[in-house]
């Protein structure tokens, strides 16, 4: 999929931070593929593209509500059963890596029941009932930004495999 970005919008962004920087990068390809990742969508994407989807997927659920909301809104499978984790060390987030590896093991042993329909009541006492996420959220907030900082360094390092900067 082209996915073209203006020399002058990636200019600010970078100049914004990083958060700005990557942000630009993941509006661009979500508006490419309809504002949507899925089963159709997904294969207009390179690996890169899906890996960065899946970063700020994972970024902005446990920064919102932890590992238990990433979880309870359906994004367990596609952060733990696929090749995520492995990307992201490549990528150079060898501790994030290493977090994802755990949360899969938690997701393996508690997902059946924290993607299970629920009042928003019931919800928010999952967090009650699952405290071995703590740790996971926890650790994820402490180096957050290290690893957003990582993700924005690869991106534009490898700028071509994201997007097509137009002058």
Not at 1 to 19: C, F, H, L, P, T
Not at 83 to 88: G, I, T
Request: charged residues 30%.
């Amino acid at each position: 999929m082209e996915i073209k970005i203006d020399e002058s919008a990636v200019i600010a962004a970078a100049q914004e931070g990083m958060d700005a920087f990557v942000e630009l990068f993941r509006k661009h390809i979500l508006d490419a593929i309809g504002g949507e990742l899925n089963a159709e969508t997904m294969p207009k994407l390179n690996a890169d593209q899906i890996t960065l989807l899946a970063y700020m997927t994972v970024r902005e659920e446990v920064m919102d509500g932890g590992f238990v909301q990433l979880i309870h809104n359906g994004y367990g499978p596609f952060i733990f059963l696929n090749p995520f984790a492995k990307a992201m060390r490549q990528w150079g987030c060898k501790e994030f890596t290493n977090l994802i590896y755990d949360g899969r093991k938690l997701f393996e042993q508690y997902g059946d029941e924290l993607t299970k329909d629920c009042t928003d009541e019931e919800f928010m006492a999952l967090f009650e009932q699952y405290p071995e996420f703590d740790d996971l959220d926890d650790r994820f907030i402490e180096m957050e930004e290290e690893v957003t900082e990582t993700v924005a360094r690869y991106v534009d390092e490898n700028i071509e495999r994201f997007a097509e900067i137009i002058k």
